[in-house]
């Protein structure tokens, strides 16, 4: 059992006795706060907070983030508050104390949004002080090594939930030992016999393939030897979780991975990283397109290394890694081995580490602010927390980190939210190319902008970082929300005129007694829920009414001046796909709960039993034509003989007239009659006419008909 005598003389190594102090006296704190508490296994529960404090002794972490891993349960599960510690030791390290706290529900139980929510708090709470999320791993991992006094189902809800979220966080930060070692803790609970006979098959692999890995282990270090490089060649260890998930992604055969054999070679300079790469290119030959530099572009996580696949003797496969004693700590360790907080002074190395987490971190905590809901976010940031990255370079030569699969448009997102918002286009090495074109390594990409330029609905088809998501997402939702405003007033404002009267007629004192009923803070919120149709217009106005209208019969909403419409209507006003009604023909609105206000022709029989009803339908008509025509879909039901080459002409007579051809179908139909249907797009109902008159001028159709 550790013991708190152990952990100063530990300490010894990198902080003074001053600090060691203020650690020890952290712990009698905990030890007399949780005084009489035991573990689910039976021990004393500062044993707990003990053994976090330990772990991060192991990344030397600074003496306030050992003294918050001492308290980090005491504003939990005592009666002491944040007040008791802050006045007790000082600020920073309540602060880290309050945020592990705000974590602690973090054990979600069952459902998603409780998840979601908290995975929000800890955002939140890293963007505070990140070393927020050092003391919480820590405390998962050990955690997670004592999981076995747990429940069986309360060991598989929290393993499951280490994968998903705790591990993956652990690897963004570039902790890899921290990483690996909670996947292989969280592997054996959640799926026990499979982790069970990987283990043994691994044990038995590796006796067998023992004297083959030293042999290559050897030749490597010779080749160094004689060449003058320092250097330290060992083998790498396969862990159980990451043979199990290429097992189950890659498709492979648990021998097909295992007859790759792993080396890392640790050096002291950049410089001998690559004379080290070019001495065991001579000694083993190099597999073609397997050597990837991430010194000269590291990982979005910090991570730099050099990586070769090599053909050894006897047909094996040799994997490297070669790096510097500086690379090999932050890989190890990640931000913890930044010494942003130590008395230490930090490398270039782990400084960039730092950098690039703060920097993700605050990616995170834009997204938070842009999501719709919890839910919304977590997705996001679960897609970024499993990067396969790509490295894209801007006009100017600076290079960006996007996952696999990213398009354009997430890449002007990465660049900034503004000129993602305002894309229009772009260029791929110079050549104009779709927004939605995945991207590859070592591309430069150039955004082309305009002023008045918005996101587009469909990017959401395509787009896979979590920023690019959120921002569209957010954009078009506020556009909404603009847009709604403007058609609740305008459909307020239709049905007010009945009573002779507009919106700046209405009584304050009705407007506000209306407003504390519907629990709406302002006008525009009423206005915008008119708008989406989740509340009648007609309702609205008749209990908004002048006084002088109270006792009167209403009049009907077909008196009232009909609603002009234009073309394009934005979001919240849609087009009936049944009638496709296009300017000029008769049309009338139907209101539709959580849609806005969707129109229809007034002989549309799918509106036929809600023509005479105020409440859910209005009047309307279009309005001057405007500079900028819109096209509209329309459908048309066509009967013609069949003969050699049809299709094509009816598409060439459309076309010649103007019109942009959708979708063309057809079938046979007594014989020598085909029945065709067409959609397609036209600007009003002179140039339908004009399409017709056109698609009549054939002679093998017999009949048209507007559907």
């Known amino acids: 059992m550790p013991t708190i005598d152990a952990l100063s003389h530990r300490l010894e190594e990198y902080l003074v006795p001053e600090q060691i102090a203020r650690v020890r006296r952290a712990y009698f704190y905990a030890e007399q706060a949780h005084d009489g508490q035991r573990r689910k296994s039976g021990e004393p529960y500062v044993t707990h907070p003990l053994a976090v404090a330990n772990i991060l002794a192991g990344m030397h972490m600074d003496h306030q983030s050992l003294m918050a891993a001492m308290l980090h349960d005491v504003i939990e599960d005592t009666e002491i508050d944040y007040a008791g510690i802050e006045g007790q030791f000082d600020t920073s390290v309540a602060d880290i104390v309050d945020g592990v706290s705000k974590l602690t529900h973090l054990e979600f139980e069952t459902k998603a949004e409780a998840q979601a929510e908290n995975f929000q708090k800890m955002v939140l709470a890293m963007a505070e002080d990140i070393r927020v999320i050092l003391v919480k791993l820590a405390d998962r991992l050990h955690n997670m090594r004592t999981l076995g006094a747990m429940r069986p189902d309360k060991q598989r809800r929290i393993a499951r939930e280490t994968l998903d979220i705790y591990a993956p966080i652990a690897a963004r930060l570039g902790m890899r030992d921290l990483q690996v070692e909670l996947e292989d803790l969280a592997f054996q609970s959640y799926y026990p016999m499979r982790a069970k006979r990987i283990r043994r098959a691994v044990v038995h692999a590796r006796g067998q393939r023992k004297d083959i890995i030293e042999q290559v282990r050897e030749s490597m270090q010779n080749r160094l030897d004689q060449e003058g490089l320092s250097g330290r060649v060992s083998g790498r260890e396969k862990h159980l979780y990451s043979i199990y998930r290429k097992m189950k992604v890659q498709r492979k055969a648990f021998a097909d991975i295992m007859d790759v054999f792993a080396f890392r070679v640790v050096t002291d300079s950049v410089d001998d990283c690559y004379r080290i790469l070019g001495a065991v290119h001579n000694l083993y030959k190099p597999v073609p397109g397997c050597f990837k530099d991430y010194i000269a572009i590291p990982k979005a996580n910090g991570y730099q290394s050099l990586h070769t696949v090599l053909f050894g003797a006897r047909g094996m496969t040799i994997e490297v890694q070669i790096r510097t004693k500086d690379m090999d700590a932050v890989a190890s360790q990640g931000i913890a081995e930044h010494s942003h907080y130590k008395v230490k002074g930090s490398t270039e190395t782990a400084l960039g580490s730092y950098n690039r987490a703060r920097k993700w971190v605050q990616g995170l905590l834009e997204m938070q602010q842009n999501a719709g809901d919890s839910m919304e976010f977590i997705e996001s940031v679960k897609k970024d927390l499993f990067p396969d990255e790509v490295y894209i370079f801007t006009p100017k030569g600076r290079i960006l980190e996007l996952p696999r699969g990213a398009t354009p448009v997430d890449f002007a997102y990465a660049v900034h939210t503004d ?289």
């Open 419 to 707: 000129i993602g918002n305002s894309c229009v286009s772009c260029r791929i090495n110079r050549r104009l190319a779709p927004l939605s074109e995945p991207l590859e390594s070592g591309q430069t990409v150039e955004i082309i902008t305009t002023p008045r330029a918005q996101p587009n609905m469909a990017w959401l088809n395509f787009v896979v970082t979590g920023k690019a998501r959120t921002s569209i997402r957010h954009f078009l939702k506020n556009q909404q929300r603009n847009e709604s405003i403007e058609l609740g007033r305008r459909l307020l404002g239709q049905f007010m005129g009945n009573y002779g009267a507009s919106l700046d007629d209405i009584d304050p004192e009705r407007l506000a007694q209306l407003l504390q009923e519907a629990d709406f803070r302002t006008l525009d919120d009423l206005l915008e829920d008119i708008g989406m149709g989740n509340r009648m217009a007609y309702v609205v106005a008749r209990r908004l009414r002048p006084e002088s209208h109270s006792d009167q019969e209403d009049q009907p909403a077909e008196q009232g001046r009909a609603l002009a419409i234009r073309g394009a209507e934005g979001m919240v006003m849609q087009y009936a796909r049944c009638c496709h009604p296009i300017p000029g023909d008769a049309i009338i609105g139907h209101i539709s709960s959580g849609r806005g206000l969707v129109v229809h022709r007034t002989e549309c029989r799918n509106i036929g039993y809600l023509r005479d009803n105020p409440e859910k339908t209005i009047y309307l008509e279009w309005s001057a034509p405007q500079d900028n025509e819109e096209e509209f879909v329309v459908g048309l039901q066509l009967e013609v003989r069949s003969q050699r080459g049809i299709i094509a002409n009816l598409a060439t007579a459309a076309a010649a007239v103007g019109a942009n051809l959708l979708k063309i179908d057809s079938g046979e139909r007594d014989g020598q009659l085909c029945s065709v249907q067409m959609e397609l797009t036209v600007f009003n109902r002179v140039h339908l006419a004009r399409v017709i008159r056109k698609l009549r001028g054939l002679s093998s159709v017999t009949h048209i008909t507007r559907q």
